[in-house]
DNA sequence: GCAGTGATCATA
DNA sequence: ATGATCACTGCC
């Protein structure tokens, strides 16, 4: 089976387009059967008050400042572990939170499925990482993709409501 | 409905 | 050095 990773250009865009777009594609861990992604969040870099770059830059966030498609995992409640990947400009602090795939819901639910965690922070998502996401293709249809505000992010201010959270209906 | 859990960051 | 906070989950 000749794998199809989604490559770098696919990451360098708007967190918000990158988001959108990767409902209906397939996280793959290696020696594992993909899983089609069905719930993402985007976080936009400094300016968005939920993201974790809105107060700059620091020892935990600065893989959001490596390239588009490095991998930024951390952990939330001392427990669980979140599984994002950088998305935008060089430099640009935005990324994408995975949040379900498959028949697993849940950010943390969903790293704990895919055996992700500390190790795999600040690398590359690819094959060599033994994780990335493919693109098989599949056709979803545009009315299925709900956008709903974020989970979690309370103390947002005004970006408590931007519709950045997206989720395949049905 | 809410406790658990501990790293992280701001404040001092 | 200390304390509040947290992009959550599972059990009450």
Redesign the pocket.
């Known amino acids: 089976m000749r794998i199809q990773s989604l490559k770098k250009e696919f990451f360098e865009r708007s967190a918000v387009a990158v988001a959108r777009d990767l409902i209906g594609k397939f996280i793959q861990r290696e020696g594992r059967t993909g899983l089609m992604i069905t719930e993402t969040?985007a976080?936009e870099g400094p300016d968005d008050k939920?993201?974790?770059?809105r107060?700059?830059r620091?020892?935990?966030?600065a893989p959001?400042y490596m390239p588009a498609g490095t991998i930024?995992v951390?952990?939330?409640?001392?427990?669980?572990w979140?599984l994002?990947v950088v998305c935008g400009a060089p430099d640009h602090p935005a990324?994408?939170?995975l949040?379900s795939a498959g028949e697993v819901?849940?950010?943390?639910?969903?790293?704990?499925a895919l055996a992700v965690d500390q190790s795999f922070n600040a690398k590359p998502l690819g094959p060599p990482a033994g994780l990335w996401v493919e693109d098989r293709h599949v056709w979803i249809d545009p009315a299925k993709v709900a956008a709903t505000p974020?989970?979690?992010?309370?103390?947002?201010g005004d970006f408590i409501d931007k519709p950045w959270r997206f989720l395949l209906k049905g």
């Open positions: 969040e976080y939920a993201s974790h770059a107060h700059g620091t020892e935990r966030n959001l930024y951390y952990r939330i409640y001392g427990v669980h979140m994002n990324a994408v939170l949040r819901t849940g950010p943390g639910r969903l790293a704990k974020r989970i979690g992010i309370g103390y947002a």
